[in-house]
């Protein structure tokens, strides 16, 4: 796999790519996640147009996986890492998380932050193995707690949510 800036072209992909890396959430009775809708096109161009979207492209040239990012608090926040069911198991996610880590410090970014699942086997458990460590409610800066207000907001609460912080 190649890791490379998203292209304009390329937005609705990503969108395709979210809506098939949720249905394994049905299976865990987490159908309102798999039917939630993908960030919107002007939502993926803003992460374009600032930098912070990348795209993992196998060897035929297929989009099979992204990440979209943003600074929070002096972090690279991870907004969404999405892979295509079709790549999972591969390293995919972890590259582009690796990916992230590497560009952060260029933009004077000094750890990575994400919020999960705490019972989806490939949200909480799988991070922890990539090395980022649960944040406990007192660690959260200002900036985790505004999006997990908003996640609350958005209905994501009816599971178990944490935020989570991997140092570079």
Known sequence: MRIRLVEEAELPLLQDIERAAGEPFRALGMSAIA???PPSLAE????RRDGHAWVAVDGSGRVAAYLIS????????VEQVSVHPDAARRGVGRALIDHLAAHAPKEDLTALTLTTFTDVPWNAPYYARLGFRTLAERELTVG?????HAEARHGLDRWGRVCMRREL
């Open 35 to 37: 039917d939630d809708e």
């Open 44 to 47: 993926l161009e803003r992460h």
């Open 70 to 77: 943003d600074a929070v608090d002096g972090a690279a926040h």
């Open 144 to 148: 985790l707690r505004e999006i997990r």
